[in-house]
């Protein structure tokens, strides 16, 4: 089992940057590679970045590249999310998961509660 829990989400305006964290407890995290998801009301649950075990690839959805980061670091069972240049259209509950690196949310077997991220135009 993995435990993850999410945290950094906010109110933010339009242009603002928000940092998300997500602690994994539990199985060895740096055998897992770890996404980001997000949903939107009345929307089904979308990717948005994922990275391998070993942090060497990332993969990001065309609607968050370059300003989006996805990063991690073992040695704290920490994976991050920094959002740069944020529009009201990110607006949605920011989940993590752990798995395979994948941008399909059936390849994750574990996932957090979710953070709440609002960008007010």
């Known amino acids: 089992q993995v435990q993850l829990v999410e945290s950094g989400g906010g109110l933010v305006q339009a242009g603002g940057s928000l940092r998300l964290s997500c602690v994994a407890s539990g199985r060895t995290f740096s055998g897992y590679a770890m996404g980001w998801f997000r949903q939107a009301p009345g929307k089904e649950r979308e990717f948005v970045a994922c990275i391998s075990r070993s942090a060497g690839s990332t993969y990001y959805a065309d609607s968050v590249k370059g300003r989006f980061t996805i990063s991690r670091d073992n040695a704290k069972n920490t994976v991050y999310l920094q959002m740069n240049s944020l529009k009201p259209e990110d607006t949605a509950i920011y989940y993590c998961?752990?798995?395979?690196?994948?941008?399909?949310?059936?390849?994750?077997?574990?996932w957090g509660q979710g953070t709440q991220v609002t960008v007010s135009s």
């Open positions: 998961a752990a798995g395979a690196y994948s941008g399909k949310p059936d390849d994750y077997a574990y």
